[in-house]
């Protein structure tokens, strides 16, 4: 089982709509949690981190993270074209010290 | 602030030729990462710099080695480039709550 695992997509979403993109961890011990948007040919975003149960929202970016599934999710409201990328979920393990654990990604395509 | 800088963007080696990967950053970060980014492979860490002094391996230090010049400055050196080295590679720094920032990365090519 990998540690950080995210379905690859890619997730089709029609624009305006809700695009919800999942994330689970195998190591539940884990405190800190971030989502990062890649565009093609470019470097890793970082869109927000979480550290506790239930939601945070950042403009149409939010964040839901569930500990005892060990899942966290983020949802885009109002979906745009510009939304189109790779959103990569990245877990910052047990023992780990300062490092993150990357999943590898999920591809997103907001159709018009 | 430029966030973090790194040079060259593109480099086309062959095998056995030597290279090192610049990567800076001014926001006063005391940790430091460098990873290579493959297809359907994700991030994946190559070495880290806890803080200045201190670097460690992380996934796939294999080829590679490090050196933190200071609290600014991470470079990644690859000492006899292979092909299974082509890839894209990225450094990043992190922050207080340990969200990383990443430069704009490295598109190396080993023929």
């Known amino acids: 089982q990998k540690e950080v695992e995210q379905n690859s997509g890619p997730l089709s979403v029609p624009e305006g709509a809700i695009a919800s993109l999942n994330c689970t961890y195998s190591d539940r011990g884990s405190q800190s949690f971030f989502w990062y948007r890649q565009y093609s040919g470019k470097s890793p975003e970082l869109i927000m981190f979480?550290?506790?149960?239930g939601d945070k929202e950042d403009g149409r970016f939010t964040a839901q993270l569930n500990k005892a599934s060990q899942y966290v999710s983020l949802l885009i409201r109002d979906s745009q074209p510009s939304d189109s990328a790779t959103y990569l979920c990245a877990v910052k393990l047990t023992g780990g010290g300062n490092k993150l654990t990357f999943g590898t990604g999920t591809q997103l395509k907001v159709e018009l | 602030n430029a966030g973090v800088t790194q040079t060259p963007k593109f480099q086309v080696l062959k095998t056995g030729q030597s290279m090192t990967l610049q990567c800076a950053q001014d926001m006063n970060h005391n940790s430091m990462y460098w990873y290579r980014q493959d297809p359907g492979m994700g991030l994946r860490l190559i070495y880290y710099?806890?803080?200045?002094?201190?670097?460690d391996k992380g996934e796939v230090p294999n080829g590679y080695n490090v050196s933190r010049l200071n609290k600014r400055e991470f470079s990644l050196r690859l000492e006899s480039a292979a092909p299974s080295q082509t890839s894209v590679y990225f450094c990043?720094?992190?922050?207080?709550?340990?969200?990383?920032?990443f430069g704009p990365g490295t598109r190396l090519t080993v023929l």
């Open positions: 710099s806890a803080s200045e002094g201190t670097t």
């Open positions: 979480i550290y506790s149960n």
């Open positions: 990043a720094s992190s922050a207080i709550y340990n969200e990383q920032f």
